[in-house]
Every structure is written in structure tokens, then in C-alpha cells.
């Protein structure tokens, strides 16, 4: 009978099986040999397929954990190789990795308190806490906030989308052109009118057409900023923003999915002024948190705004247990079983504390303004502008849009190095999203030469 995870045996069992899977990933790592594997969609697909076999063989291949494994690692794209910085996906503490194996060894589900008796409390003490970071650690603000867990910034700006509805009725979202997509996907699936867009000239959210369309609307009106674009990394003005709102009697989200991790950061954290301001907060520590995915969250000002997601189910919220004193943890998610990721922030807060993420927070950002300097001095490329977080937006000289595209595509399949791409001014720029504090100078140099070097002359 196969063995379990957890009980008195499980250490005993699992050991040897850790030893496979490291031996595994160096070895996968070994064969893919750079930050993407080469070939393409249909070569990597071909290779996993191989080693895959019959997905449901009849009988079991005590191999399959190293065989499969190995191939995974050969075929990912790795965002610990500092030529890997196409999206927001970082590479995770090794800290937090192995917090979440003990996560996924305890099972714990937050759905009840049976089931999670200690991880229930680790994610109230916590959530609060980071909550307090967003809008303050003294008075009122502290003992009114909270924060849900959730998988990332698209259930984040959902559930703010939920909470706005059912305070305020048929809202009508308010968004800028620079919002997430996850914003507009979210109106639809509640239900709410088209979003109201508004220009961002500069890629960032326009104050005065935005007073004017909220002049011009009808109530009840939520409007969504942003701290940390998908594309470029830039903050809205969110002080302005946060005023006119007051003004108008708009409810306020601001989607840090990106930008939240500047709070850490006693350099950076000024950019975030007027968050605070906001009803609800999206935040994301699977990018500037350095967490394996998922890591989200949405932070609320005041925790009562949470109450519509209350739901009742005897089997895991009986009233009488509820009296009793047994916690209720079905108004903290939509999701009814949920794994304890706060487990995985809470050992990563407690181990770095604000200064040590805050110094990871202050590299990746150097870094990018490194990178900026180095294309800006450099002849044959151009610069879009100087970064604000930590991504860096470029295209060589004289480059047509096309050209743009093929390179980036070109990088990609031969597993060379892994940019992204964001049209911005009618556009194409390559995207580098530096998220990995050990990448140094000779790497940056050499991501911009690969680049030189693919580019037809």
C-alpha cells in the first residue's frame, strides 16, 4: 500500500523521496540548460509526451516521480535565470518553498476550524497584520482592516467588484485603459454594466477625465486605479485620485497586485501614497513577495465590508458550534476547501522581516534602473522611459513592429532568454520584468546583447 505523507511515518517517508525530486530538478535544469527550453511549443510538447507515456497505465511506474519531474523541469521556463524576465512571475524564496511542503504534507483545508485549527489562526493574526501595513498601524485603522486570502489578483479585483456591488447595488466600474483585464472580466461575470474607461495618456490614469466622468455618471460608482501596470509598472496618481472619489462619493480600488510590494520598502514605499485611502487593495506577493504561486490577497479598510460573503453550511458552520466559540472561515473566501498559503508568507515575514524584503524590494528596482541606463547609453536601442517599479520597456533603434515581435519570438524558441511584449504609443516594446535580486550587470549586458545580436542589421 502506498505510503502517506503525514502521520509518524511521513518524515520517514518522504526524505528519501525529496532526494529524488532534487536530484530530478538538477538534472532537468541541467538538460534545458538556459531560462526556456529550446525547440518551441511543438519540440517541448513532443519531449513531455515521450516522457509521459500512457498518462493511466494499468499498472504503476515506481520511477514516474524522477522520470516526470525531471521532464518538467527540463521543459519550464525558469524565472530564477536571470535571462527570464518576461512576466511577473518571480522566483520563489527557498524559505517559502519549503514552508509550502509542510502545507501541502499538513493538508490542512481553511474551511473549517476542525481542519485547520492552527493554520485558521496563523491566517486571521496574519492577514490582519498586512492589512495594518496597508492603512496604517495606529488607531482605528489598525482594528478595522483585514485581508482575504486568495489566488491572485484576478480573484482579488473580483471579490472587490463583489464587495462594491453588494455594499452599493448596480455599481458602475470606472477604470483607466491601463487597468488589468481581469477588472473588465469581472463586470461581466457579476453581472455589472460595461466599464466606464477613461484615457491614461501617459500610461497612467487621467485625474481630470476622470473628475469629469464621475461628474457625468450616475451612482453608485466604484472606481479601480492602479499601482503597478501589467505593462510598464506604473503607478497611478493615487492621492489625486483618492481625492476626487471624496469628493464625488466613489467607492475606491486600487489593484497593487504589483505595487504592493513597495511597502516593504522605506525608499520605495512613498510612490504608494494615498493607498491607504482605498476601500479595498489587491495585492499579490507571488511578484514583489517572492512567494511560490498563489499568493494574493485583498485588503479591506474596514473588515465589516466582508459580511456579504458570509454562508451558512451546517457541516462546517453550525450555529450552535459558531456560539460555542469554533471560528466561522466560510466569509473568508469564496472557496470552500482552500490550502494554507498564508503559511508560506507568514514563515517568509517572519524569517526576512520588512528590511529584508525591503532590500530585495530596493534591488530588483536598481536593477531595472541599471538596465534603463544601459539601453539609454546604448546606440542601437531605444528606451521607453525611466522605470518606476522594476520593469524596463525597449525596442532596438529603428526596429519596425514586426521586427520587434520576430526577435522576441526568435529568443523564445531557441530557450536563449524570455521577454515579454506591451504596445504602448501605438507601439511594440520589449518588456523586462527584473525580478530576481542576484541577477547582476553581466547579466543585464548580456540579455541586451542576445537582443543586439537577433536583430537583422
Not at 53 to 60: A, I, N, Q, T, V
Not at 75 to 100: E, I, N, Q, S
Not at 160 to 182: I, K, P, Y
Not at 311 to 323: I, K, P, S, V
Amino acid at each position: 500500500m502506498s505510503p502517506l505523507a503525514s502521520g509518524p511515518q511521513g518524515p520517514t517517508t518522504l526524505r528519501p523521496l525529496l532526494t529524488t525530486v532534487l536530484d530530478a530538478l538538477t538534472a532537468g535544469a541541467a538538460t534545458r540548460d538556459g531560462p526556456l527550453p529550446a525547440g518551441g511549443p511543438t519540440e517541448v510538447a513532443a519531449r513531455l509526451r515521450e516522457a509521459l507515456g500512457d498518462p493511466l497505465p494499468e499498472h504503476g511506474d515506481e520511477d514516474a516521480l524522477r522520470t516526470l519531474v525531471q521532464a518538467l523541469a527540463a521543459g519550464a521556463a525558469d524565472p530564477a535565470d536571470p535571462l527570464c524576465t518576461a512576466h511577473l512571475h518571480c522566483p520563489p524564496l527557498a524559505v517559502a518553498t519549503a514552508a509550502d511542503l509542510a502545507a501541502s504534507v499538513l493538508n490542512p483545508s481553511l474551511d473549517s476550524w476542525d481542519q485547520a485549527p492552527a493554520a485558521s489562526e496563523l491566517e486571521a493574526l496574519v492577514t490582519r497584520a498586512l492589512a495594518a501595513e496597508v492603512y496604517g498601524e495606529t488607531g482605528q485603522a489598525r482594528s478595522a482592516g483585514d485581508a482575504l486570502v486568495t489566488t491572485g489578483g484576478t480573484e482579488s479585483n473580483q471579490l472587490a467588484l463583489l464587495l462594491a456591488r453588494e455594499h452599493h447595488g448596480h455599481t458602475q466600474l470606472v477604470c483607466a485603459e491601463n487597468a488589468h483585464h481581469s477588472l473588465r472580466r469581472a463586470t461581466w461575470l457579476l453581472g455589472l454594466p460595461e466599464p466606464v474607461t477613461v484615457p491614461a495618456p501617459a500610461g497612467t490614469m487621467d485625474p481630470a477625465a476622470l473628475g469629469e466622468a464621475l461628474t457625468a455618471l450616475p451612482g453608485p460608482l466604484l472606481v479601480a486605479a492602479t499601482a503597478g501596470t501589467t505593462d510598464a509598472g506604473l503607478i497611478d496618481p493615487l492621492p489625486d485620485i483618492a481625492a476626487l472619489c471624496e469628493t464625488h462619493g466613489a467607492r475606491l480600488h486600487i489593484d497593487a497586485a504589483y505595487g504592493g510590494g513597495l511597502l516593504f520598502s522605506d525608499r520605495h514605499r512613498p510612490k504608494l501614497d494615498g493607498l491607504a485611502h482605498a476601500h479595498t487593495v489587491t495585492l499579490d506577493l507571488h511578484k514583489l513577495g517572492w512567494q511560490p504561486i498563489a499568493a494574493g490577497l485583498l485588503a479591506v479598510r474596514d473588515r465589516h465590508d466582508l459580511a456579504p460573503l458570509g454562508h451558512h453550511a451546517d457541516y462546517l458552520n453550525a450555529d450552535d458550534d459558531t456560539e460555542a466559540g469554533l471560528p466561522d472561515l466560510l466569509g473568508r473566501s469564496l472557496r470552500t476547501t482552500r490550502r494554507p498559503d498564508i503559511l508560506k508568507i507568514a514563515v517568509t515575514l517572519k524569517t526576512l522581516g520588512r528590511t529584508g524584503l525591503g532590500a530585495l524590494v530596493d534591488r530588483v528596482c536598481e536593477q531595472a534602473a541599471e538596465f534603463a541606463e544601459l539601453i539609454h547609453r546604448h546606440p542601437r536601442f531605444e528606451l521607453h522611459d525611466r522605470p518606476t517599479i522594476s520593469t524596463v520597456l525597449f525596442r532596438p533603434a529603428d526596429a519596425t513592429d514586426d521586427t520587434v515581435a520576430a526577435v522576441r519570438r526568435t529568443l523564445l524558441t531557441e530557450g536563449r532568454a524570455v521577454l515579454g511584449r506591451a504596445r504602448l504609443d501605438d507601439r511594440l516594446w520589449l518588456k523586462a520584468t527584473l525580478l530576481n535580486p542576484h541577477t547582476g550587470a553581466d547579466d543585464l549586458a548580456a540579455l541586451l546583447k542576445l537582443v543586439e545580436g537577433h536583430t537583422p542589421r
